[in-house]
């Protein structure tokens, strides 16, 4: 089976001002007193993923199905019911799944820079 590199678009990356945050405050519902005073009550809320020091898009990047042959990018592959892991990468022509191997770059949220893939040759 083939694999792609998905790889980072340079040009995307950029550092986020407020990284690191994972609280934010929500305003909630406005309660009037008997003397007609209003008050709204704030919400704290924790965000399960704080937001990381860079942010970036992929590049976009044609993919070939190893069972029709048909080439597409790579953001047409379906994806099949979330609790099976194997009806994954779905071919948008024939509809088989694990139609081809995606390797995506990652960033390092330190220096913000990529880190080299190691490119593992199956064939
Ligand atoms: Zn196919």
Partial sequence: ???FIIKIDINSIKKNSDAGMDTFAV???KTIGSDGS???HIQIVRSL?????YSFEYLDCIVECSLCSEHFSYKELLD???ECDE???ICPKCKK???CVLTFETLDQKTG???PLRILNSN
């Fill in 87 to 89: 009806d994954t990468n």
């Fill in 97 to 99: 799944s694990n139609c």
């Fill in 38 to 40: 209003s008050s709204r």
């Fill in 49 to 53: 993923i704080p937001i990381p020091d």
């Fill in 80 to 82: 099949g019911d979330y």
């Fill in 27 to 29: 305003l909630g519902r």
């Fill in 113 to 115: 820079l990529i880190i």
């Fill in 1 to 3: 089976m083939k694999t």
